[in-house]
């Protein structure tokens, strides 16, 4: 099982994954942004540079913004406070969260309030009441958006999935008697011309894994743990060297390891494969930050 040129990888699958939601959704969000206070971009904190809109500032302008960091209960915490600290110093707010085990989540509201307290401060000045602030929740597919408006209104308010495209349409959620978010779609950017973002996004399931070949996304995922995090391969598979040019021996290995056998003593390759793309996913291999 030989490698294939990543680079020709993807120029070969030629990355436009742009349906026609995301369009519309972008639309939307353009004809309501007046409506806006504050924008909630929220990223998977294992890949804090991957996973952030990257033509975010065209469509949200100068709105007051907080980027969230979801799924910090994953990431590698030494390399994704590289990317709070690094965030920060270009001037944002930035909310690292646990969206399974944190009760932190009033920082956000704290955070809101200070952004945007000149907002009522201004109405009462004029003699006007004040108003709920209108927050939209922005990020690529599958990085938390619903999970997180879920942990935040205490219910079960927005769909969740381990795929893309749950979420399908523009939505208004009321929070509390401060806040309102309007929901939105994940979308991406038209055209993704970065190698190591493609399979980044593919890797945590921000693309359909339609998108890029199931066994080149694995030799990915192998290759990065391999340079970044080797004893987690040995760990979880016995695996303790990899061959970068033919990765046959590393899948026989993990398939024999895992049970991934057909008829005639063979390894079913694209087992192994699901197994390696699911175990990083679920955390099975630790916690990890992709983003150097």
Known sequence: ????NENQSVAKTNINWFPGHMAKTRREISEKLKLIDIVYEIVDARIPFSSKIKDIDDLIKDKPRVIIMTKKDLCDLDKTNKWVIYYEEQGY??????????????KLFDITDELLSSLNESRIDKGLLERKYRALIIGVPNVGKSTLINKITGKKTA?????????????????????????????????IDDQKVAYNLATFSSIKD??????????????????????????????????????TNAYELIGRKRGCIVRGNEVDYTKVS???????????????TFDE
């Not at 979420?167 to 401060?178: A, C, E, G, H, Y």
């Not at 987690?232 to 303790?240: A, M, T």
């Not at 699901?274 to 990890?288: A, F, P, T, W």
Request: aromatic share 10%.
């Open 210 to 247: 339609e998108i890029l070949p199931i066994d080149e996304l694995a030799c990915y995922i192998l290759k990065y743990m391999y340079e970044n995090y080797p004893e987690r391969l040995v760990e979880r598979y016995g695996l303790d060297y990899l061959d970068e040019e033919d990765y």
């Open 93 to 106: 707010k930035v909310f690292l969260v646990d969206l399974v085990n944190d009760k932190s989540l009033g």
């Open 1 to 4: 099982m030989s490698n294939t």
């Open 159 to 191: 769909g969740v999935g381990d795929k893309p495209g749950v979420t399908k349409s523009i939505s208004w959620i009321r929070i509390n008697d401060k806040l309102e978010l309007m929901d939105t779609p994940g979308i991406l950017w038209p055209k």
């Open 274 to 288: 699901n197994i390696i793309i699911k175990d990083l996913r679920e955390g099975s291999l630790g916690k990890v």
